[in-house]
Every structure is written in C-alpha cells, then in structure tokens.
C-alpha cells in the first residue's frame, strides 16, 4: 500500500496485508477516478458502480463481482448507485499476491513483474462475499488477533483466484464489436 485516499479509511495494516473500506460520494469532483491505484488489491463493491481499467472493457461492479487491481494501474468509474463507490479492499504485498497467483497463472506472473493481476474483474461467489464482510465485521468489533486477519485474508485471495483461474475468467473468449455491444447492453440492464 502506497498512501490511504482520503476516501479510504485503513483498518489493518500488516506486512503481507491490509485492509480498509473505501467510500466516494457521486458528488465529488474526483469520483471519475482517473487515477493510479494504490495497490494491488482486491475489492469487493458494496454499492453497484461502473469501473474501466486502462485499456479494457468497461464492466459493472457490484456484490457479484471483484475488482482486481495493480498498483499504478490507472482505472475510471461511473455513478450506478446515488451513494457513489463503497467497498471494502484487500491491498496485497507484491510478493504475497505474486505467490497466490503464480500457483494458477506462474507464466504471467514471470513475465508481468509488478502487475500480478491478468483479470481486472471476476466472479464474487456468494459465500467469498460472505466470508470478506465477516472478516471486516470481525475487524470493525476488534474481535480478531493479526495473525488470523492475514491468514483470513490470504485464504479469501486463495479463493477468488481458484474462482478466476477455474471459472469463466479465463473460458472467456475475446468477443467482436457486435457482440461487445451486446455485453455492454446485458451489463447496462443489470
């Protein structure tokens, strides 16, 4: 983790993780976004928003999906929901993060040093959602020791990843622009 946003509050900060809630009224003159991330980190949407990374496809994030961050990576968002962006994150250390995506992915974690996230989005699965609110729920009544933030943490990483690598992340196969204008139109109903 670089720096906190003044949008972020940081609630755990450990050598291999850190954690905290993010929040951006729709008001705010930088809710576009625009700029590089802090992190390599993993974001669970608590209010629907549009997200575009640098060079990709503009998607929706919301309770169903993860965003996936690398640190410097510049990303921009769009209002869904009139509370603006609110989320909860995981901010991984390079080495953490590289080590949980090497075991599905170690050809691009040799060759992309620095941004260890290939996918920018993915599948939340129910229980993956479940489990990241009871971890920062747990942390919110300091109810948990550090050791078992950071081992929740990494599990909950373990997860997602087994959930990228093994789902449709990878299945998907690149699409033509008449059929990138369908997705955009599913994504603009949901």
């Known amino acids: 983790l670089t720096r906190v946003l003044p949008t972020e509050r940081l609630l755990f900060s450990g050598q291999v993780v850190c954690l905290g809630t993010f929040a951006w009224e729709v008001g705010d003159p930088s809710f576009a976004g625009g700029e ?3 992190s390599h980190c993993i974001v669970f949407s608590r209010t629907p928003v549009w997200i575009q ?3 990709s496809a503009r ?3 919301d309770a169903t999906r993860v965003t996936l961050h690398n640190r410097g990576r510049a990303y921009r968002r769009w209002r869904i929901d009139g509370r603006g962006d609110r989320c909860n994150w995981l901010a991984f250390s390079e080495e953490a993060i590289a080590a949980v995506v090497r075991r599905w992915d170690p050809a691009h974690i040799d060759r992309a040093a620095g941004a260890p996230f290939r996918f920018q989005q993915g599948p939340a699965p129910p229980a993956v959602y479940l489990r990241q609110r009871r971890l920062f729920e ?3 009544q300091r109810s ?7 081992e929740e943490a990494l599990a909950i990483s373990h997860e997602i990843a087994a959930c990228i690598y093994e789902g449709d992340a990878v299945r998907t196969p690149r699409i033509g622009r008449d059929r990138r204008r369908e997705f955009d139109a599913v994504y603009e109903v949901r």
């Open 36 to 38: 590089p991330s802090t």
């Open 53 to 55: 990374h640098e060079g």
């Open 59 to 61: 998607y929706v994030a």
């Open 138 to 140: 747990r942390l919110h």
């Open 144 to 150: 948990i020791d550090r050791l078992a933030v950071e």
